[in-house]
């Protein structure tokens, strides 16, 4: 099994279970591409490879945000508004008839209620909050429901990445805990197997790519 090999970063923040530098950005008045293009930050950035998924523990330099200053003139109302980086959901939905596509759908997430169809491939792709953790998520004529826990994707290089992966893409149905069971294994080889991989059970380099590739992230 391919490891991280843990935790990385140098910075003072710790990354907790469920963040993502998104999320991490919003809450210290940042956009994400500030922090992760950090000269601080570039070990993280170079051994995760995407700013959704950042393992817990790993350490993020953050610093103090800069004061900017504006002109205008005095007994008059100015409005400002503040720039930054959009976030999106992005999905594909897909069931044993292959993709869900152009279904009705409705999101719950941030204290909003977003509404929308799928396009021809079953994907979604809508803008949420920045700071959302917990999404509802209800498809279709028979309201399936989905709950998503955002940023708490594990990189794929770990046995709970790899678990959560084989999940979404239908191989796995046991706990994503991060114990290499036996059931994990098997579904590391019906993947490999299915996807035309040296088998093995384990989670190489060139299984671990397929997997993101397929997963798309």
Not at 49 to 76: F, M, Y
Not at 114 to 131: A, F, N, Q, R, Y
Not at 154 to 172: E, F, H, M
Request: hydrophobic content about 35%.
């Amino acid at each position: 099994m391919a490891t991280t090999g843990g935790p990385v970063g140098r910075g003072d923040y710790v990354v907790q279970a469920g963040d993502c530098m998104e999320s991490i950005a919003a809450a210290h008045g940042h956009v994400w591409q500030t922090l992760w293009d950090l000269p601080e930050n570039a070990e993280l950035k170079q051994k995760r490879g995407d700013p959704n998924v950042l393992l817990a523990g790993d350490r993020v330099t953050i610093p103090p945000p800069r004061a900017k200053e504006h002109s205008g003139a005095t007994g008059q109302r100015h409005k400002f508004r503040r720039k930054g980086a959009k976030s999106r959901l992005q999905l594909k939905l897909a069931n044993a008839d292959g993709p869900r596509a152009n279904e009705s759908y409705t999101l719950e997430i941030g204290g909003r209620l977003l509404t929308g169809t799928t396009d021809g491939d079953g994907k979604i792709d809508i803008e949420i909050p920045p700071d959302a953790k917990v999404g509802h998520l209800t498809v279709g004529e028979k309201h399936d429901e989905y709950v998503l826990h955002l940023g708490h994707l594990d990189p794929v290089d770990t046995v709970g990445g790899a678990q959560g992966r084989l999940k979404s893409l239908g191989y796995y149905a046991g706990p994503v805990d991060g114990t290499l069971s036996a059931e994990t294994r098997a579904a590391i080889v019906a993947f490999q197997s299915r996807n035309d991989l040296t088998v093995t059970g384990e989670m190489d380099q060139a299984t671990c790519d397929k997997l993101k590739q397929l997963h798309g992230a």
